[in-house]
């Protein structure tokens, strides 16, 4: 199994980035999958997760309004819109999956892993 996270890069504050997470290896129908991220300095936190039909999506507080969270399962594919981006939107940003097609909002309880990508937010 294999998660490959993309898109991270630089932005002013006020803007926008795309993240992308491919998942390969497993069928991408039976996952849940999330983002979470982490700063400098600080424990890595759930941002967004989506179970495995899209049915079911959740935002933590910091994001809500501003993040959107989707999926495309026949491109194995799951995306972070980010907008409106902060400074304190800086970190590593990290896409997993769970087996049993949930989204909990717990980093442990996600089975793989990506590698993350890195979001720096300038003000």
């Known amino acids: 199994v294999q998660l490959q996270a993309s898109g991270g890069g630089t932005a002013q504050a006020g803007g926008s980035l795309r993240l992308s997470c491919v998942l390969s290896?497993?069928?991408?129908?039976?996952?849940?999958m999330g983002w979470f991220r982490q700063a400098p300095g600080k424990e890595r936190e759930f941002v967004a997760g989506?179970?495995?039909?899209?049915?079911?999506?959740s935002y933590s507080d910091p994001v809500k309004g501003r993040f959107i969270i989707s999926r495309d399962n026949r491109k194995k594919t799951m995306c972070l819109q980010m907008n409106s981006l902060k400074a304190e939107d800086t970190g590593a940003y990290f896409c997993?999956?769970?087996?049993?097609?949930?989204?909990?909002?717990?980093?442990?309880?996600?089975?793989?892993w990506g590698q993350g990508t890195q979001v720096t937010i300038s003000s």
């Open positions: 989506i179970t495995w039909d899209g049915i079911w999506i």
């Open positions: 997993a999956s769970k087996i049993n097609g949930m989204a909990p909002t717990v980093e442990r309880e996600y089975d793989y």
């Open positions: 290896g497993v069928a991408v129908n039976l996952h849940g």
